[in-house]
């Protein structure tokens, strides 16, 4: 299949993508599927899958103690991206986490991507386990998404696990990384973030994806930022449109981003949810108009299980 970086490299115009999750575990893949089947008329390059890491649940057991389960809510990323590929004919990006995996069990992963024909792979450090308050490396794992990349880049030049030799059958993964507009929220400063962000660059990322932004401004800057010190690579730009007044809390706790006073206002003198949603998506579509204007690489949308906001956008953007 193809990579990543060459869809975007033979793009004639802006291209457009979005992110899914996979069904929470019990759940079929018939409802993924009617939710992508929409979007295809807009002609996605590729779709992102993201990765759930384990959470912990406790059962009390025959003797009354309690037992601590380690358990998967949302598991199977990457037959998933295999299962669209075969059904919609597009390219898939399976994100991998460095949480929750040792280093042997992350090679694994690759490998089966790599027989499966996907090519392209977000390689993300991944957040703490809902329960814990900071993120702790998997004993044997990898530490930070830097050190995955470094780990897939060897399997690139042949470097299997323990393996003396080199092998003669390399994997020819495109590799990404993420980025942060407005700071990833652990860095002790913009510029500690952009440093590591080079790193990830440097060590083999082609493509950066961004958190999700609501001010263009941030976004633009922010790819100043990193021209400034070097990093070349085609910067995505993330998106998801306010769907829900709740959000308007919601979204800056978990994703550590600021709304701008213009959105937050319009969205509080909101009568009614459709209303919200009216408000969400038309600041998402002047979003997307100012990015194409600027001719950024693609317009990746966030879809979070809810397609019908981002068919909307892409209406009235593509
Ligand atoms: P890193 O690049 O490792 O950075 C983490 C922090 O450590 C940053 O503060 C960075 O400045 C710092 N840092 C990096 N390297 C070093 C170093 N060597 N020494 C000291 N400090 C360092 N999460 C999921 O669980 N599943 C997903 O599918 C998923 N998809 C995402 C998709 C996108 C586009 C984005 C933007 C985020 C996604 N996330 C996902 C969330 C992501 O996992 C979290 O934001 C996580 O906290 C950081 O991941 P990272 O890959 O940016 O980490």
Redesign the pocket.
Known sequence: MTKIIDHLSQAKSTLFSF?ILPPLKGKGIDSLFNEVEPLMEFQPKFI??????EEYIYRKKDNGLLQRISLRKRPG?VGICAALMNRFHVDTVP?L???GFTKEETESALMDCHFLGIDNI???????IKSENR?SPTEGGN??????IQQIQDLNEGHYLYQEEESSYPTNFCI?????PE?????PNFN??L???K??VDLGAQFI????FFDNKKYFEFVDKCREIGINVPIIP?LKPLTTKKQLSILPSIFHIDLPDELVEAVENCKSNDDVKKVGVEWAVEQCRELKKANVPCL?F?SMGKSEHITSIAKEVF
């Not at 990404?176 to 942060?180: K, L, P, V, W």
């Open positions: 992110e992102d899958v993201t990765y759930h890491r990323t994100h986490i460095c949480g977000l390689a993300l450090r991944g957040d703490a993120f530490a930070y998404a830097s050190d995955l990404g990384a993420a980025g942060y700071k990833h929220f652990e860095a500690s973030d440093k590591y962000l790193k990830k994806v961004t958190q999700m993330g990746h966030y």
